[in-house]
T-cell receptor, first 113, second 114 residues
Framework: GESVGLHLPTLSVQEGDNSIINCAYS??????FIWYKQESGKGPQFIID?????DKRQGQRVTVLLNKTVKHLSLQIAATQPGDSAVYFC????????????FGKGTKLTVNP | ETGVTQSPTHLIKTRGQQVTLRCSSQ?????VSWYQQALGQGPQFIFQ???????GRGNFPPRFSGLQFPNYSSELNVNALELDDSALYLC?????????????FGPGTRLTVL
């Protein structure tokens, strides 16, 4: 069955604050994880990825943390801006070579001015 | 914006009809995946095409079928449309080589079945 899920469906933060979006996965053999941002009326946009041989990866204002012990993934957004308001999905690629993305339900981030 | 394009943007059909959705992959990409996204849900994998052949399929019935052309563009066909087929259909492309799995999504086609 589908194995990726999110802890919270919505998150509201003040502009300038840091945001943390969480994700749990159930397949310990998954080896690649991606965070996507989806704005209204658009397709998912790649934010950052991480492979299972890493614990942390940083991008521009974003950091992804992977805790394989508890099968938990998080996305940290520094100095959140109104343009960050969107639905965020974590996705995993299951082992086996099919390269299909398994998405969770998403977390809607709202940034208040 | 990614280089993945989809057409049409919106489509309205009635139950029992057939629909064809189109996707042009980003330049240099050889693999196309299709996803169905119901309102308020995450995208669900339908199938993937690589070298013009189906390479993996999700939990969708046979009335969902596809094609990939020599230029790597792709079509998704759905026969005998049902009300529950109403969704955003997303196409994603990537280069299947050396473990690079980053998939780039198009804007989607919004299908409404009445």
């Amino acid at each position: 069955g589908e194995s990726v899920g999110l802890h919270l469906p919505t998150l509201s933060v003040q502009e300038g604050d840091n945001s943390i979006i969480n994700c749990a996965y159930s397949n310990s053999a998954s080896d690649y994880f991606i965070w996507y941002k989806q704005e209204s009326g658009k397709g998912p946009q790649f934010i950052i990825d991480i492979r299972s041989n890493m614990d942390k990866r940083q991008g521009q204002r974003v950091t992804v943390l992977l805790n394989k012990t508890v099968k938990h993934l998080s996305l940290q957004i520094a100095a959140t801006q109104p343009g960050d308001s969107a639905v965020y999905f974590c996705a995993e690629i299951l082992p086996g070579g099919s390269e299909k993305l398994v998405f969770g339900k998403g977390t809607k981030l709202t940034v208040n001015p | 914006e990614t280089g993945v394009t989809q057409s049409p943007t919106h489509l309205i059909k009635t139950r029992g009809q057939q629909v064809t959705l189109r996707c042009s992959s980003q330049s240099g990409h050889n693999t196309v995946s299709w996803y169905q996204q119901a309102l308020g849900q995450g995208p669900q994998f339908i199938f993937q095409y690589y070298r013009e052949e189906e390479n993996g399929r999700g939990n969708f019935p046979p009335r969902f079928s596809g094609l990939q052309f020599p230029n790597y563009s792709s079509e998704l066909n759905v026969n005998a449309l049902e009300l529950d087929d109403s969704a955003l259909y997303l196409c994603a492309s990537h280069l299947r080589a050396g473990g690079n799995n980053e998939q780039f999504f198009g804007p989607g086609t919004r299908l409404t079945v009445l």
